[in-house]
């Protein structure tokens, strides 16, 4: 049996789903070819997403009638996988990319750090942003680590490189 998952409330109550426009800036940016891979992640990394959570049908009972019901379900983060068999799991920049992929999609928003550790969780290779678009970014295992563990993306040598924060 596996282990229940859960993502914690990171405290967004009053968010209305927007987009926020530094990283939507980025994006394009980044699309355009204007700014690299690293540039647009550490604008990403420091943003709040939208997880999509949709329902996964638990059981099924039949009916006198044959007819099948549903009996429960539980709610789920999405993963997408590969023929080559990894797997990303979603996330959105804002309501209105996540309702172009999936309206029936439940949003929950989260710190990019928290989407990272919930995709490392399910045992993702990478967190999928905007899958469909206007700018689809991955973000992946290696990097996925950094923004998980909230650690500083700087550059080294023209590279970009991960620094964990000295422990308190």
């Known amino acids: 049996m596996s282990t229940p998952r859960s993502i914690p409330d990171p405290g967004f109550a009053d968010d209305d789903g927007s987009g926020d426009p530094a990283v939507a800036?980025?994006?394009?940016?980044?699309a355009a070819g204007e700014i690299d891979?690293?540039?647009a992640l550490?604008?990403?990394?420091?943003?709040r997403l939208v997880v999509p959570v949709?329902?996964?049908l638990g059981e099924v009972e039949h009916g006198?009638?044959?007819?099948?019901?549903?009996?429960s379900s539980d709610m789920a983060a999405v993963l997408l996988a590969r023929p080559d068999g990894r797997r990303g799991m979603l996330a959105f920049t804002s309501t209105d990319s996540l309702r172009a992929w999936n309206p029936e999609a439940r949003p929950v928003p989260v710190t990019a750090a928290t989407a990272a550790r919930a995709a490392q969780q399910e045992e993702a290779d990478a967190l999928?942003?905007?899958?469909?678009?206007?700018?689809r970014f991955v973000i992946g295992r290696h990097d996925l680590a950094g923004?998980?563990?909230e650690w500083a993306l700087t550059r080294v040598g023209g590279r970009s490189a991960w620094i964990r924060p000295a422990a308190e």
Not at 42 to 47: E, G, L, P, Q, Y
């Open 37 to 39: 891979h690293a540039d």
């Open 42 to 47: 550490d604008v990403v990394r420091r943003s």
């Open 128 to 135: 999928v942003v905007d899958v469909a678009g206007p700018v």
């Open 147 to 149: 923004v998980a563990g």
């Open 54 to 56: 949709v329902a996964v």
């Open 64 to 71: 006198h009638d044959g007819l099948a019901r549903e009996k």
């Open 25 to 30: 800036t980025a994006l394009t940016a980044y």
